[in-house]
């Protein structure tokens, strides 16, 4: 062997023995798509030997690849044909093979085209095994998993608890207050104070159920352009009074404030319980700050209202802090608060499509920003107040509604107003009489969530029986997709509700429709 030999062997050899020095794999693939060689490790990491590997081609683990998002990780994906189709160097990409043991083991590869002149004879393919890595992360993933679904349903049982606890209240002052008046022996000015304490008791348990579905998202919002510096400033000097002495309430309204679709309303609730919060965490006095500021979106966008609410209080530790818009969480002592105060006003903001963020120090006080997205719609044009007392009618209206004691009610105010009244227990036995009877019915009340069959479902049906069906959905949840994609005869009523509030919207829909005799189809 010539000295040039030797000195090529021993090249060879060199190579050999830095490429099998290298921590990951290596494999070299031909532009035919041949694998000419790899070194142990590649061999390792898809099990096999090296005589094996070498008499495969880069085809042969076509579909046994994946990217990360789990779709297949194509021939053409692969990083050795875009480095011989390219001739430029690849970047890493993460991609998981089938080995011979059928698991996925998870490598980031790079490659770097071989040339011979200008033309690409094939492509070196590095790698690095993460696959105990990946493990380790999917563990790690699945168990912070358990540990939110673990904090979720201790959020479900506090707020089961709590739910329990202020229903059982007012259920006992329903219920008692309803008995007594149920005495025949009772005097009639002591009847109609029963009755009263009654009322007042129910209106407490539909504020705590608008709570509840402002927690889950899930109320009814009555939207409209608002101007958030005319509806704090009234509400600040209300509030002055309710903070009591010791502590000062500023607001600073910020100039040319956007305009915000939202419920006026729930707004003022989530003011009134951040103030609350505030006044409750400073005990000792100071100042309370209200502050709205416009604050410009990214790209152009309109961007958010900003609410932002500072106490001098004593601030809240880092775990209170992470907890604080749990439901029925408190730090107060046991009849000083619900709890339900900041999830509350998460809960509102959520359903705005805004947020809300904390910042907080121990000893240095809390702020909590309320951010809103900033609308270009402008208010509608006002109009004349409705009368006080609702008139009745005498058209026929089918009531739909599964829960017995609502559909009763509902039948009871009617007809108390002269309506004629059909009533259904389900969308089935609605369907019957509605085919039945479609000539008679001016008007469906009907309750969205039934089983079986939901009260838009039995719409449709019925929009075939006779195209003309003026209705009147009723909802304890939030309706308002309802109102988007119907036409001008429906309508959506929040429960619960009021004999005045419904029969002003009966006849407001009557009124819409008139009293003109349908024709035949």
């Known amino acids: 062997m010539s000295k040039h030999e030797t000195s090529l062997e021993e ?39 090296y005589d094996e590997l070498t008499s495969k081609y880069a085809s042969d683990f076509d579909k046994e690849t994946i990217f990360e998002d789990g779709s297949i990780c194509r021939l053409e994906d692969y990083p050795a044909s875009k480095a011989m189709a390219t001739g430029e160097p690849q970047l890493p990409i993460t991609i998981g093979v089938r080995t011979r043991s059928g698991d996925i083991a998870w490598a980031i590869f790079t490659a770097v085209p071989v040339m011979s002149g200008e033309d690409v004879t094939g492509a070196v393919i590095t790698f690095v095994d993460i696959s105990e890595r990946k493990r380790i992360e999917d563990e ?117 404030l956007g305009l915000v679709n939202a419920d006026g309303g729930h707004i003022e609730q989530v003011i009134v319980n951040l103030i609350v919060n505030a006044r409750d965490a400073m005990q000792e006095g100071g100042r309370i700050t209200i502050t709205t500021e416009n604050v410009p979106g990214e790209g152009g966008g309109l961007g958010h209202v900003r609410i932002r ?5 004593h601030g809240m530790t880092p775990d209170v802090a992470s907890r604080a818009f749990e439901p029925f969480f408190t730090t107060k002592e046991t009849g000083k608060g619900t709890g339900l105060g900041l999830s509350v006003v998460y809960g509102i903001a959520q359903q705005h499509g805004g947020t809300v963020r904390l910042d907080t120090v121990p000893g240095k006080g809390s702020t909590f920003d309320v951010l809103l997205p900033r609308t270009d719609l402008r208010p509608p044009p006002a ?72 009260g838009r479902r039995v719409h449709e049906l019925m929009q075939e029986i006779h195209p003309d069906v003026p209705t009147i959905f009723t909802s304890g949840y939030d309706a308002s997709s309802l109102e988007r994609e119907a036409d001008v005869r429906v309508e959506v009523l929040e429960k619960p509700y009021g004999a005045e509030t419904l029969l002003q919207r009966v006849r407001d829909a009557l009124g819409v429709r008139g009293t003109a005799p349908r024709s035949t189809p």
């Open 11 to 49: 090249s060879k050899e060199l190579n050999r023995r830095l490429i099998e020095a290298v921590p990951g794999g290596v494999v070299h693939i031909a532009a035919d798509g041949s694998i000419r060689s790899a070194n142990t490790a590649a061999c390792a990491f898809l099990g096999l030997t």
């Open 140 to 256: 790690r993933r699945e168990l912070e998993h358990q540990l939110r679904h673990a904090q979720k349903m201790e959020s479900v049982g506090q707020l089961a608890g709590g739910i329990a606890h202020d229903f059982n209240n007012l259920l006992q002052a329903i219920l008692c207050n309803v008995d007594l008046a149920l005495d025949a022996n009772l005097a009639a000015a002591r009847h109609r104070d029963c009755l009263l304490q009654a009322r007042r008791a129910a209106d407490r348990a539909s504020e705590l159920a608008q709570q509840l579905l402002a927690f889950g998202k899930r109320q009814h919002l009555k939207r409209a352009p608002i101007a958030l510096n005319e509806l704090i400033a009234p509400l600040a000097r209300m509030l002055r009074r309710l903070i009591g002495e010791g502590i000062d309430l500023e607001f600073i309204p910020g100039q040319d």
């Open 309 to 313: 609410v500072h106490d001098a209080g």
């Open 383 to 454: 109009s004349e107040e409705r009368p006080s007392s609702p008139e009745g009618g005498t058209e026929t209206i089918l009531v739909v509604d599964d829960e017995e004691l609502v559909r009763s009610v509902a039948v009871n105010v009617l007809e108390h107003a002269g309506y004629r009244v059909l009533a259904a227990a389900n969308g089935g036995e609605a369907l019957e009489i509605y085919r039945q009877r479609y000539e008679e019915v001016s008007l469906v009340l009907m309750d969205v969530v039934m089983p079986r069959m939901n």
